[in-house]
């Protein structure tokens, strides 16, 4: 039976193209799935005026054409363009549509157009020396997924400019590779990343010939998808727009998603390299394979917002498998398991926790305080709370990474403090968020609560150690299950408390994990100038190790981040409003398409004056998009787990740590990098006069 895939570009173009034409696809579809030489399809060859001989024209509606590549082995056709005719058959004349015989990718490319493209960029810039690519031979760069015909083309690339010009022509398997090797990688490792396999397994495909399409349906393939009929189709397109994350996966994100294990599993990743999206695929699969229909899966996350968004996608993503998935949030997670195994408590607010410090103060036996009443507090809230310490001699042997050092003698007194506060709260029947996790934990363990067949979770780079262990028992990570529990986070990314690695937990994931390094969110330009804030601190891996930013890179380029220095807010807003209302009037961005942090009242109000519609972002609330006008307002940690074509980053207030990078706290910076990232085009920070030494890299500061 033959089978026909879809090129991603079709599916990305589909509602442009007229009604008639859009409803004549899928009847297409429909008939070519029962037999591809039907009449009623109008399948014709092209030979005399195409330069591949595989290519085919089916008739459609108003003149239209959709351009089929027939097989030279096999049974599968691969609809890879619709246009008018004479547009269609314009594209498809020059281009080679083939299968790499190393890389098993399907590929479209022009020899002319590409070699073209290069000589017309600038033939008099300046080679780099010793450019990465320069040392690669012909075999090299066959074996990276480069086409025999266009080897030439990419020989003449010596510069990251050169790379950045054929980026438009290259197959995209092909393009990432090269695009690996000149952030650093070898060949190797550069081909796994884009071909999602692992570095010692990266052999050569078994093919007849560049027509020998036999196999592509079991291969990963970014850019095409199988196409089951009229139905599926019209899945696929739901909504009235395709949403590329719920059906095409890189490779690598692929294997992730149907990676089958004997044990916990993790996935990393900087920001915009699709751990989320991984996730949330591999949710699915997971519930299409439960054996049992009464089996439950977990998706948890740190934040309330992202697991609003996250349920809200795994419903488009898939609506029957979504039923057996449960969404929730850290702290509502705790809560259920609380008020399900009994407790009748409340957990406690941040105003009832300032009044329960105010009152352990007031208490003369408090004496000799160690620290100071602020550092102390932090003290609870990171190291005793979150770690679960139930004890004085617990306390005395806990590892407190991050926090300011102390001895034996210290630890005692500031103690005596941990146990006065902790005597109000059982007086008053309250439990801190951290206390709650605690007391779920126990529940669970002691049977009060039954844990789910599959777990998994987000944003773990801010859970707790008491967090972890919850989510290693409602997974039974110990009990020699399959798949029990994947984890997603990104050491960059933590801006809640210090690291605590998974294996403290008795989350083993050594063997079992994997980073993505392919950023699809952000330019490249941005995610540089994020790392930047991040410059010099070493990011850990989740568990004992240092994560790499080697070979990590974006897809594609933008301009380059704007910096200004402002004297006051007042300034500050004006020129925020300037450059909003320039993106929306000159450029043709959408309101919401543009978010500015933190919230700050007196922006809002500027913004308004100047008749620019705003919508501030709540908690526990989807962001409505296009349903909603108006620029996006919200604190930097509201707007984690989002993402805009334009960020902007009000930073002029003499505290803010975008004045004082240098001697800034992490998790200040680590929050500063989470804000830059949300940007996928364009990004404005506003900075203050205090500090003009130059702390960012790649971007020029205005006065």
Known sequence: MAQLMMHAEVLKRFYKLPTKVQKKVPELIEKFQKNPWDPTIGLHGLKEIMLDPKVRGADLPDG???????????????????DS???????????????????????????????????????????????????????????AGVPKLLIPAVRQVNSDRDLDVLSEYLPSECYEVLLGIVAGLSLDAALAQA????????????????????????????????????????????????????????????????????GPMSITGAAGTGKTVALMHRAV???????????????????????????????????????????????????????????????????????????????????NLPMSKAELQKEFDLVIDANGVDSEEAYLTTLRTGRPRMGRKERREAWKVFQAFRRLLLKRNLLTFEGAIHQARFAVEQGNFPPFRHVLADEVQDFSLEA?????????????????????????????????????????????????????????????????????????????????????????????????????????????????????????????????TPYKPAIRTALETEGVLTFELKPREEDPGPEEPGVRLGTMKRIKGLEFRAIVMGCTTESDAMNHLATAELLERCERYVAATRARERLLVCVGLYDKRQVLVGVTIKA
């Open 85 to 143: 005719h004479d547009r269609a058959y314009a594209w498809a004349k020059n281009k080679r549509f083939e299968v790499h015989g190393i890389t098993g990718a399907f590929q479209i490319f022009d020899v002319q157009e590409t070699t073209q493209a290069l000589q017309d960029a600038n033939p008099a810039i300046a080679k780099v020396p010793d450019y990465p690519l320069s040392s690669l031979t012909d075999d090299d760069l066959f074996h």
């Open 285 to 367: 699969y997971l519930a299409k394979h439960l054996h049992n229909p009464k089996e439950r899966i977990l998706l948890t996350t740190f934040t309330t917002n992202l697991s609003v968004t996250i349920k809200s996608y795994l419903r488009r993503l898939d609506p029957i498998a979504a039923e057996h998935i449960e969404v929730t949030n850290l702290n509502q997670l705790a809560r259920t398991i609380c008020a399900r195994s009994g407790w009748k408590g409340r957990i406690v607010s941040p105003e009832e926790l300032n009044d329960l410090w105010e009152e352990v103060w007031e208490d003369p036996n408090i004496v």
């Open 468 to 596: 972890l262990k919850l989510i290693a028992a409602l997974s039974q990570v110990n009990q020699g299950l399959s798949d029990p529990l994947c984890v997603a986070g990104d050491g960059h990314q933590r801006i809640y408390r210090t690291k605590v690695p998974l294996s403290l937990a008795g989350i083993h994931v050594t063997g079992r994990s994997r980073q993505l390094k392919v950023n699809y969110r952000t330019s490249e330009q941005i995610r540089l100038f994020a790392q930047s804030i991040l410059e010099g601190i070493a990011v850990d891996d989740l568990n004992n190790g240092q994560t790499t930013i080697v070979g990590d890179r974006s897809v594609f380029k933008g301009p380059q981040p704007e910096i200004v220095r402002c004297t006051d807010e007042k300034e500050e807003a004006k020129r925020i409003v300037n450059w909003v209302k320039q993106l929306i009037t000159e450029e043709g961005f959408a309101a919401y398409e543009i978010c500015i």
């Open 195 to 262: 071909l999602g396999t692992d570095t010692d397994s990266n052999q050569p495909v078994t093919i007849a010939g560049p027509g020998d399409f036999s196999q592509l349906t079991q291969r990963p393939n970014r850019d095409l998808v199988v196409v089951e009929g009229e139905e599926a189709l019209k899945t696929m397109l739901e909504g009235g727009s395709l949403e590329e994350w719920r059906i095409f996966l890189h490779p690598k994100q692929k294997k992730i998603v149907e990676w089958r294990t004997n």
């Open 64 to 82: 239209y054409r959709a351009i089929v590549i027939a097989p030279e082995q096999g049974d599968t056709f691969l609809l890879v363009h619709v």
